[in-house]
């Protein structure tokens, strides 16, 4: 029973983003939205602006933001986008 695990573990989450450019702004409501309705209560979403912080590109990876990570439950999935394909989204960081 791995999906009931999965279910009950908490989400953790982390989203680059570049400023306030439209893009990032739909991504942080997007992500914030699935996380609402898909996750409610056992989700960590941490933002983290790249125009602010440029150096967590390199040390993290991230080379085309807005790119959403889900850190745990592993394995680690990385979502790159604005998150407008909502089903997408959920699959990809274990929802269903």
Do not use: W
């Not at 209560?41 to 590109?57: C, M, N, T, Y």
């Not at 790159?80 to 269903?96: E, F, I």
Request: proline letters at 6%.
């Amino acid at each position: 029973m791995p999906a009931v695990a999965i279910r009950s573990t908490r989400l953790v989450l982390r989203l680059y983003v570049a400023g306030k450019a439209p893009n990032s702004l739909l991504a942080i409501a997007n992500a914030n939205a699935i996380c609402a309705e898909h996750f409610a209560s056992r989700h960590d979403l941490e933002v983290i602006d790249l125009l602010r912080h440029p150096g967590r590109a390199l040390e993290d990876g991230i080379i085309v933001t807005p790119t959403l990570i889900k850190l745990s439950p592993l394995p680690v999935q990385r979502v790159v986008g604005n998150r407008s394909d909502t089903v997408q989204v959920v699959l990809a960081l274990g929802g269903g």
